[in-house]
């Protein structure tokens, strides 16, 4: 398998194993909290032949991913979004772009590429499962964080991802860094704790990794009423905004020795 090329700027993947356990939900309001911050924030939908982004954020019209990548390249299709976040979403029902096929993702990416040198960070929204193009996104990512919920057949997934990840590294050769956990409709801390802490002691038992607790979202009405166009990222107050301030703080301060301040 060839390598893809390289972002010019830190590149952070939500992933996870299963659907529905809140990736997009994630990627969208943590990127549209850095981008409140002020970061120049590019949000890439690489569920690229089934996206959600452009109905979750209600984005405007534009040229389709299959469309751009033929033709006008990839900034013809970026969108705006809420607080100066800017959008590239996916097309939805795209089934030659959801095949995982090497060679277009590697014109995608080499594409991506040149557009993320606009910005300073990019935050990409995975596919579930562990097909080709999740792995080699996730190899391409300098931070990984795995989505799960506490339900069970979530949190065995998560630990499948990690799996596949690990022995995907082994086998390709490749620096997948080692995934961190974000724990989606827990009902308080503790229970975020406790699921972290058990998937954690789990990776280390069977993979030696030791994957960190990168933070927590409660369940909630607001953050289920956001689906719909009104992401809870955009609210100023609240356990959903606090929880996410968290996050967004801690990758603020990883990222900061690779972030370019202008
Ligand atoms: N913390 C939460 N509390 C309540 N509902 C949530 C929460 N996180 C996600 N959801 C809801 O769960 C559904 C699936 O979320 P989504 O982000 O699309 O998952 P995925 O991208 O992993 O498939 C959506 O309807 C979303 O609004
Ligand atoms: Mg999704």
């Known amino acids: 398998m060839s390598a893809l090329q390289r972002l010019p700027v830190p590149f952070v993947l939500v992933t996870g194993g299963k659907g529905g356990v809140g990736k997009s939900?994630?990627?969208?309001?943590?990127a549209i909290s850095m981008a409140r911050e002020g970061r120049r924030t590019l949000l890439v939908d690489l569920d690229l032949g089934l996206g959600?982004?452009?109905?979750m954020l209600a984005l405007p019209e534009g040229p389709s991913l299959e469309d751009a990548l033929d033709g006008p390249g990839l900034a013809a299709c970026v969108r705006a979004g809420p607080c100066g976040l800017d959008v590239?979403?996916?097309?939805?029902?795209?089934?030659a772009l959801a095949r995982g096929d090497e060679a277009l993702r590697g014109r995608f990416v080499a594409a991506l590429a040149q557009l993320a040198s606009r910005y300073e960070l990019v935050?990409?929204?995975?596919?579930?499962?562990?097909?080709?193009?999740v792995l080699a996104f996730a190899c391409l990512a300098d931070r990984v964080l795995v989505t799960t919920t506490p339900d069970v057949t979530a949190l065995t997934d998560a630990y499948g991802?990690?799996?596949?990840?690990?022995r995907y590294g082994e086998r390709t050769g490749a620096d997948v860094p080692t995934p961190e956990l974000v724990i989606n409709q827990a009902s308080d801390v503790a229970e975020a704790d406790g699921i972290a802490r058990k998937l954690r002691?789990?990776?280390?038992?069977?993979?030696?990794?030791?994957?960190r607790h990168a933070g927590w979202l409660p369940r909630s009405q607001r953050i289920a009423r956001g689906a719909a166009g009104r992401p809870f990222a955009l609210e100023s107050e609240g356990?959903?905004?606090?929880?996410?301030r968290q996050l967004g703080l801690r990758l603020d301060r990883s990222l900061r020795h690779t972030l370019t301040t202008v």
């Open 123 to 133: 935050l990409g929204d995975s596919a579930a499962g562990i097909g080709p193009d």
């Open 25 to 30: 939900t994630l990627a969208a309001n943590l």
């Open 52 to 55: 959600d982004l452009e109905t």
């Open 161 to 166: 991802l990690i799996k596949a990840l690990d």
């Open 201 to 211: 002691s789990i990776c280390q038992r069977f993979l030696c990794r030791s994957p």
């Open 88 to 95: 590239l979403p996916a097309a939805n029902g795209a089934e």
């Open 239 to 244: 356990l959903e905004v606090l929880c996410l």
